[in-house]
């Protein structure tokens, strides 16, 4: 069965204290893996597709990573308005139906 | 160019009533997924639509079911609410259905069942 796992669930940090957060996925034939930011109240935000092993993608303050297992996302000097829910997600067996992971919820404290 | 938009924002609703929620896709966009998110926890997928044909199923049973319109709105049917079925419910579309085809989600439809 695909699973995505993200880790840690929380993360606390100082504005500008760097981070990595983590999703590990066990989907076979992975055929791209997603990220998205998503706010309070408000649904998921697009923010990255990865396809193969090796690429980086960076937006601002983010850049996502991917490995054969693993996709990291790197937040490098955090402001607060970085505050979110980030999830990863990847396509099930054929098309763009996602699975999820559960999330990991970003607080930057100025 | 309009997004997505679901309504209603807010729902409440008791045990075992029946429930339909509405979607708008955004334009040029023919297919709409159909998300639940549990408080603090990800998205699971319901349902997709691709013009006006159910594509694809997850793991929820058949009180939830779907509609897509010829203009590509979408609505979600939920019938005898159980207190589980409590959560937000999410509506993306996208411009097909092939694996590499962003989602773009409205701000979703916030269920609670009494």
């Known amino acids: 069965e695909d699973q995505v796992t993200q880790s840690p669930e929380a993360l606390r940090l100082q504005e500008g204290e760097s981070s990595s957060l983590n999703c590990s996925y066990t989907?076979?034939?992975?055929?791209?893996l997603f990220w998205y930011r998503q706010d309070p109240g408000k649904g998921p935000e697009f923010l990255f597709t990865l396809y193969s092993a090796g690429e980086e993608k960076e937006k601002e303050r983010l850049k996502a990573t991917l490995t054969k297992k693993e996709s990291f996302l790197h937040i490098t000097a955090p402001k607060p308005e970085d505050s979110a829910t980030y999830l990863c997600?990847?396509?099930?067996?054929?098309?763009?139906?996602?699975?999820f992971g559960g999330g990991t919820r970003v607080l930057v404290k100025p | 160019e309009t997004g997505v938009t679901q309504s209603p924002t807010h729902l409440i609703k008791t045990r075992g009533q029946q429930v339909t929620l509405r979607c708008s896709s955004q334009s040029g966009h023919n297919t709409v997924s159909w998300y639940q998110q549990a408080l603090g926890q990800g998205p699971q997928f319901i349902f997709q639509?691709?013009?006006?044909?159910?594509?694809g199923r997850g793991n929820f049973p058949p009180r939830f079911s779907g509609l897509q319109f010829p203009n590509y709105s979408s609505e979600l049917n939920v019938n005898a609410l159980e207190l589980d079925d409590s959560a937000l419910y999410l509506c993306?579309?996208?411009?097909?259905?092939?694996?590499?085809?962003?989602?773009?989600f409205g701000s979703g439809t916030q269920l609670s069942v009494l």
């Open positions: 639509y691709y013009r006006e044909e159910e594509n």
């Open positions: 993306a579309s996208s411009i097909g259905q092939g694996y590499n085809e962003k989602l773009f």
């Open positions: 989907v076979s034939g992975l055929r791209g």
């Open positions: 997600a990847a396509p099930k067996a054929a098309g763009n139906k996602l699975t």
